[in-house]
């Protein structure tokens, strides 16, 4: 990733602040996470900002989409994107992944006023009802052995020794004497 010197700075500043911060994630060098809110508390949101080539001229892309978040209806994360964003706007030139993470953190409460949880346990029934019919089929097939032409039969067979049996030594790797 050809990362400019400014962002560069920014990076080695996140790990340094962040370090043994459990809330922080580097995805890698130019995508963070940060869970806002501690573990376990029904107001937690995982932010995720990724840079761009040009940032920080330009707005990172700031994301809500992790997985975490999936009991915080799309209106109410509308609404905290749309603050990170207009944060991002104020700070563009500058190193911002921080600025944004904590404004992120001062204003937990305030983002998520209108934050009701989405019935988790209905979410979990639709997710095993949704997955049921997709893993029946795959049971019944996996039952039936697979049909081989005759020429990929033949050169299994050549491979082994007929009884499907990998001859020894068929992955022994060649020991070169100098």
């Known amino acids: ?86 944060a991002a706007e104020v700070n563009l030139g500058a190193a911002m992944t921080y600025t944004l993470f904590e404004y992120a953190k001062d204003n937990q409460e305030q983002f998520m006023e209108n934050h009701h949880p989405v019935n988790s346990t209905t979410s979990v029934t639709n997710v095993i009802s949704v997955e049921t019919p997709s893993t029946a089929p795959s049971n019944k097939k996996k039952d039936k052995k697979e049909q081989l032409s005759k020429a990929q039969k033949r050169k299994l067979a050549d491979k082994t020794d007929h009884k499907g049996e990998l001859p020894r030594g068929w992955n022994w790797v060649d020991v070169v004497k100098v």
Request: no cysteine; aromatic share 10%.
């Open 1 to 86: 990733v050809g990362l400019n010197e400014k962002v560069m700075m920014e990076l080695e500043a996140l790990r340094s602040i962040y370090e043994g911060d459990e809330s922080f994630r580097e995805l890698s060098p130019v995508s963070f996470q940060y869970r806002i809110g501690e573990n376990g508390d029904p107001k937690a949101f995982l932010v995720e900002i990724s840079w761009t080539e040009t940032y920080p001229q330009t707005p990172p892309i700031i994301s809500m989409n992790a997985f975490f978040n999936n009991t915080i209806s799309s209106a109410v994360k509308q609404s905290i994107l749309a603050k990170l964003q207009e």
